[in-house]
């Protein structure tokens, strides 16, 4: 950003302003350590790691909570398909059965077997 100063008699001299937007980790750390003039650039990157590594594990956390829920929801789905399909095999061959009895008394019945 430049303004330049036309109040002063400094018309073509630019003047600079340098201005810091803070925002998540770097805003947290160095607003808290503002005031402490021994406080090393190491010392607050430290600190920004950590932090970050604190966030990564807890989304870690998160993400193999969220897996082994969805785990035990496929597993029970699983088990609830595997059923319904045996259900669903023995009631066709209940049914292929009863259709080829019908069939035969049918048959018998009208004295083509």
């Known amino acids: 950003m430049c ?12 003047i600079d302003i340098h201005f810091e937007m ?19 650039t190491a010392t607050m990157l430290t ?33 609830k398909l595997m059923n319904s399909s045996i259900v669903t095999i023995v009631v066709v061959l209940v049914l292929a059965f009863l259709q080829v009895r019908y069939l035969k008394a049918f048959f018998r019945k009208k004295k083509l077997i």
């Open 47 to 79: 600190e920004r790691v950590e932090s970050i590594v604190e966030d990564l594990r807890a989304q870690t956390k998160y993400l193999i909570e969220q897996e082994d829920h969805r785990v035990r929801v496929v597993e029970s789905l699983s088990g």
């Open 22 to 40: 803070r925002s998540g980790h770097d805003g947290k750390y160095l607003d808290s350590h503002e005031d402490d003039k021994n406080i090393t």
């Open 3 to 14: 303004i330049r100063d036309r109040y002063m008699g400094l018309e073509d001299t630019p």
